[in-house]
Structure formats: C-alpha cells, structure tokens
C-alpha cells in the first residue's frame, strides 16, 4: 500500500466484517516528539487467542476467497520499517484494537494520504455501522462522531445524502488541514 489510509481502510473493513457496530479510528502526531500513531478499535466479534496469536503472518485469513491476508502483516510492517511499532489485542465478543506508531521523519513512513476520503467511504457506504474519528496534534483536536450527527438529522436523513456527504467531505477536510497542516 502506498499511504497509510488505504491502511486503514483495510483494517476497518476487518472490522465490519467482524461485525463491528461502531469504529473508532484515532488519528495522534506529536510533531515535537516526531512521533505519529494510529489507533483503530471496534466491537467486532473479536478474536481467539489463537488467531491473534498467528494474525500478523501473512497465510493467516479467515477469508475463503483467498489463502492469503495482508492487512494486518502490511500494517505492521509500515509502522516497524518506519521506526515505530506495532500492537494488536482481542477478546472473543468484545472485539479488536490495532495501534501502529510511527517515526513522522523516517524515510520509510508512508505518507498518511487522502484519510478524508477513506473516512468519508467509511461513514457513507455503511449506513447500520457508526464511527468515531478523532485527529489530534498538539492543542488541535477534532472528532467526527455519526452518532452525534446522526442525532442532528434524525432518522430520515441518511448520512449518504447529497447534501449530508458535501458537508461531511468539507468537514473531514477542514479538520484534517488545521490538525495536521499537511505536514503527514
């Protein structure tokens, strides 16, 4: 993968097809300490102690589609290359958290790339799926969270509305420029 949302996006699709009902995706840079993490956290079915033992090689999968699953391995390889680490813990029926941590300055850290978009097809093509997105550096913090905006518009505007998904892309975009600056 070439930027860490696409990342992202692939450890999120975990989770819905763990059957996760709310997502939490954080987003943390401390440029001072040049540090930059990544936290994804669902109610998903979570995982054995077994899977999660073998989740990060790459001919671990419980697709049936294929015998191969690089998501997890991908994820953790970007954060490790780039002077970072990498922690997954699980629990059967209580669900998953994945967390990578990166060195912002490595020459190996991917760029963090169009987030916005991915959070966007997050919340608009998984209407029964609510997520939290939080971004924070230094004193500039912003969160997206669907249950607050769900509650604004009520049952019978879909989050997927022309309109509701105009606002939302600018939202995520002005948020991520003031947080970040550009500088992931």
Same mark, same amino acid.
Request: hydrophobic share 40%.
């Given at each position: 993968?070439?930027?860490?949302?696409? #990342?992202?996006?692939?450890?999120?699709? #975990?989770?819905?097809? /763990?059957?996760? =009902?709310?997502?939490?995706?954080?987003?943390?840079?401390?440029?001072?300490? $040049?540090?930059?993490?990544?936290?994804?956290? $669902?109610?998903? %079915?979570? *995982?054995?102690?077994? *899977?999660?033992?073998?989740?990060?090689? @790459?001919?671990?999968? =419980?697709?049936?589609?294929?015998?191969?699953?690089?998501?997890? @391995?991908?994820?953790?390889?970007?954060?490790?290359? +780039?002077?970072?680490?990498?922690?997954?813990?699980?629990?059967?029926? %209580?669900? =998953? +958290?994945? =967390?990578?941590?990166?060195?912002?300055?490595?020459?190996?850290? *991917? @760029?963090?790339?169009?987030?916005?978009?991915? +959070?966007?097809?997050?919340?608009? *093509? #998984?209407?029964?799926?609510?997520?939290?997105?939080?971004? %924070?550096?230094?004193?500039?913090?912003?969160?997206?969270?669907?249950?607050?905006?769900?509650?604004?518009?009520?049952?019978?505007? @879909?989050?997927?509305?022309?309109?509701?998904? /105009?606002?939302?892309?600018?939202?995520?975009?002005? #948020?991520?420029?003031?947080?970040?600056?550009?500088?992931?």
């Amino acid at each position: 993968m070439r930027e860490l949302a696409l #990342n992202i996006l692939d450890i999120a699709e #975990n989770s819905l097809r /763990a059957g996760a =009902t709310l997502v939490e995706i954080d987003l943390a840079a401390d440029f001072s300490q $040049d540090a930059f993490s990544i936290s994804v956290r $669902d109610n998903g %079915k979570g *995982m054995s102690k077994e *899977m999660l033992a073998s989740v990060c090689d @790459p001919f671990t999968t =419980t697709r049936t589609t294929r015998k191969v699953g690089m998501g997890l @391995p991908l994820f953790k390889y970007s954060a490790e290359s +780039a002077g970072g680490t990498f922690h997954i813990t699980s629990e059967e029926g %209580k669900g =998953t +958290a994945v =967390t990578a941590a990166y060195r912002i300055s490595h020459v190996d850290r *991917m @760029p963090l790339g169009d987030f916005g978009g991915v +959070a966007l097809q997050l919340v608009t *093509m #998984n209407p029964g799926v609510d997520f939290c997105f939080t971004a %924070k550096a230094g004193d500039r913090q912003g969160e997206l969270d669907t249950r607050e905006v769900r509650a604004i518009l009520g049952e019978e505007i @879909p989050l997927g509305a022309p309109e509701v998904r /105009a606002f939302l892309k600018d939202y995520i975009k002005e #948020n991520l420029t003031d947080i970040f600056g550009g500088r992931l």
